[in-house]
């Protein structure tokens, strides 16, 4: 508020920082919580003498002059530890936008350089968000709540950078408002559809499987495609209920087609934000049963981002998942970290080679090798292989002739709904 109230008198620009350390989770994890807190204050340390240049700029400026009713105070640079791993900076006095971006870099290069902590070298890459006063708010909850924002841009546009509030991420986020309003209403009014994508078998060409996709009809909006609201349900813990109402589909699904004597599979995504709170195993478990579905007809597809989270006791529910049956599919595979070490400790059956590497096994060899090379490794550790998103014939009959065992794209049908997916079991 002082800060504002010189700004406006003497017609300069203010600045806030609003910082937030990148992946901060896994150093704890990873070695302790009291490493995580002396990384924290050594942070600390390290933003507080990066801006007392920023400081002395504005100090140094001979225009500079407070006076005034509120007199004596000046306000300085502040740095705050605004929660978690999360903090904020004042920059009282800024000529223009150029100073800021400045603070920006060199924040983010006193960061990048690694923390000698508890005798662990730690290093930790940091998301910056950055509003100017005026243009960007004219009281502090709005330049908090804007940089806020940006920060959250700079996170999704891949970390480790400084961003600048602009008008748009707030139509952005307003957006996401009404998404999430209108998402509410779904559930209730029961807009969505699972409609259903085959897998096929490479060896024998018929259809094995399916995998439940989610549709969802918005009377205004249309047709919204599962990239654009997901995201929304994981951030507003919305996709509670929405999974819990594909795990009930999918299972009332596999009961409807076992009666029909057609013994397909089905299989879910699941979110990581699904494996937040323990106890997805007992809900699968009781979804099935009253569905009455054979659970030996159910899979579940987890990215390895939900498995990196919390890996010891995501590991401890996927037993549990597959105690009762249920086969567990990596999705994604070779888009996330996963080591060789790693995927040897996890509890899966199947992995879901990514559409990215399928996409280009013609034209591009490394490609081609890397390609091979999962199938490989996969095979090697006793897994069933499923290329994603094929598309050609050619992608089709190089994945054949390297073992791949199935395959689900465009080639043979996309998502369908249950009518269609019926149809193309009988085709087969
Ligand atoms: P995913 O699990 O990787 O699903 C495959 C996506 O690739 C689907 O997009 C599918 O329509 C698309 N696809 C399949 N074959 C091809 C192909 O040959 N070419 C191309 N270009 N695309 C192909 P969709 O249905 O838009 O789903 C996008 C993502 O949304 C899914 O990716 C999944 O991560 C998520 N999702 C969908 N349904 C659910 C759900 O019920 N729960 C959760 N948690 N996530 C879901
Ligand atoms: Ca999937
Ligand atoms: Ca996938």
Same mark, same amino acid.
């Given at each position: 508020?002082?800060?504002?109230?010189?700004?406006?008198?003497?017609?300069?620009?203010?600045?806030?920082?609003?910082?937030?350390?990148?992946?901060?989770?896994?150093?704890?994890?990873?070695?302790?919580?009291?490493?995580?807190?002396?990384?924290?204050?050594?942070?600390?340390?390290?933003?507080?003498?990066?801006?007392?240049?920023?400081?002395?700029?504005?100090?140094?400026?001979?225009?500079?002059?407070?006076?005034?009713?509120?007199?004596?105070? !000046?306000?300085?640079?502040?740095?705050?530890?605004?929660?978690?791993?999360?903090?904020?900076?004042?920059?009282?006095?800024?000529?223009?936008?150029?100073?800021?971006?400045?603070?920006?870099?060199?924040?983010?290069? !006193?960061?990048?350089?690694?923390?000698?902590?508890?005798?662990?070298?730690?290093?930790?890459?940091?998301?910056?968000?950055?509003?100017?006063?005026?243009?960007?708010?004219?009281?502090?909850?709005?330049?908090?709540?804007?940089?806020?924002?940006?920060?959250?841009?700079?996170?999704?546009?891949?970390?480790?950078?400084?961003?600048?509030?602009?008008?748009?991420?707030?139509?952005?986020?307003?957006?996401?408002?009404?998404?999430?309003?209108?998402?509410?209403?779904?559930?209730?009014?029961?807009?969505?559809?699972?409609?259903?994508?085959?897998?096929?078998?490479?060896?024998?060409?018929?259809?094995?499987?399916?995998?439940?996709?989610?549709?969802?009809?918005?009377?205004?909006?249309?047709?919204?495609?599962?990239?654009?609201?997901?995201?929304?349900?994981?951030?507003?813990?919305?996709?509670?209920?929405?999974?819990?109402?594909?795990?009930?589909?999918?299972?009332?699904?596999?009961?409807?087609?076992?009666?029909?004597?057609?013994?397909?599979?089905?299989?879910?995504?699941?979110?990581?934000?699904?494996?937040?709170?323990?106890?997805?195993?007992?809900?699968?478990?009781?979804?099935?049963?009253?569905?009455?579905?054979?659970?030996?007809?159910?899979?579940?597809?987890?990215?390895?981002?939900?498995?990196?989270?919390?890996?010891?006791?995501?590991?401890?529910?996927?037993?549990?998942?597959?105690?009762?049956?249920?086969?567990?599919?990596?999705?994604?595979?070779?888009?996330?970290?996963?080591?060789?070490?790693?995927?040897?400790?996890?509890?899966?059956?199947?992995?879901?080679?990514?559409?990215?590497?399928?996409?280009?096994?013609?034209?591009?060899?490394?490609?081609?090798?890397?390609?091979?090379?999962?199938?490989?490794?996969?095979?090697?550790?006793?897994?069933?292989?499923?290329?994603?998103?094929?598309?050609?014939?050619?992608?089709?009959?190089?994945?054949?002739?390297?073992?791949?065992?199935?395959?689900?794209?465009?080639?043979?049908?996309?998502?369908?709904?249950?009518?269609?997916?019926?149809?193309?079991?009988?085709?087969?």
């Amino acid at each position: 508020d002082l800060a504002l109230r010189q700004a406006r008198r003497g017609s300069w620009k203010v600045g806030v920082v609003y910082l937030d350390l990148d992946h901060f989770k896994r150093i704890n994890e990873t070695f302790s919580h009291s490493v995580g807190d002396s990384l924290l204050s050594e942070v600390a340390n390290r933003l507080v003498m990066s801006v007392r240049g920023a400081d002395l700029v504005v100090r140094s400026d001979p225009g500079f002059d407070v006076g005034g009713s509120h007199g004596s105070a !000046t306000a300085d640079s502040a740095v705050s530890r605004f929660g978690g791993d999360e903090f904020t900076i004042l920059i009282p006095r800024l000529r223009d936008e150029q100073d800021l971006a400045a603070v920006g870099r060199r924040l983010l290069e !006193t960061l990048s350089q690694p923390f000698s902590v508890e005798g662990h070298e730690v290093v930790v890459g940091s998301s910056i968000g950055l509003t100017v006063f005026p243009s960007d708010g004219d009281n502090p909850e709005e330049l908090l709540r804007n940089a806020d924002t940006a920060m959250y841009a700079a996170k999704e546009g891949g970390r480790n950078r400084y961003q600048f509030y602009t008008q748009s991420m707030n139509e952005r986020s307003l957006r996401r408002l009404i998404l999430e309003g209108k998402l509410r209403r779904a559930i209730d009014e029961s807009q969505f559809e699972l409609h259903y994508q085959p897998k096929v078998s490479l060896s024998s060409g018929r259809a094995t499987g399916f995998e439940g996709l989610l549709r969802w009809h918005d009377p205004e909006l249309g047709l919204v495609g599962p990239g654009d609201f997901i995201p929304v349900a994981e951030e507003t813990g919305l996709i509670e209920p929405i999974g819990d109402w594909v795990l009930g589909q999918a299972c009332r699904q596999i009961g409807e087609w076992g009666a029909q004597g057609c013994d397909v599979s089905v299989a879910i995504n699941l979110s990581p934000e699904q494996f937040r709170r323990p106890g997805i195993a007992q809900r699968v478990a009781e979804v099935a049963r009253a569905a009455g579905a054979d659970l030996s007809r159910l899979e579940v597809e987890i990215t390895e981002t939900a498995v990196l989270h919390d890996t010891e006791l995501v590991i401890r529910e996927l037993q549990a998942i597959r105690e009762l049956g249920v086969r567990v599919a990596l999705d994604d595979f070779g888009t996330g970290y996963s080591s060789l070490s790693y995927l040897r400790r996890l509890p899966v059956d199947t992995l879901k080679i990514d559409r990215s590497f399928i996409q280009d096994i013609e034209v591009d060899p490394e490609d081609a090798n890397l390609t091979q090379g999962i199938i490989a490794m996969g095979k090697a550790l006793g897994l069933r292989i499923v290329a994603e998103g094929v598309e050609t014939e050619g992608q089709r009959s190089r994945l054949t002739a390297w073992g791949c065992d199935e395959m689900q794209g465009f080639l043979f049908s996309p998502a369908v709904p249950p009518a269609e997916a019926r149809e193309l079991l009988d085709d087969t």
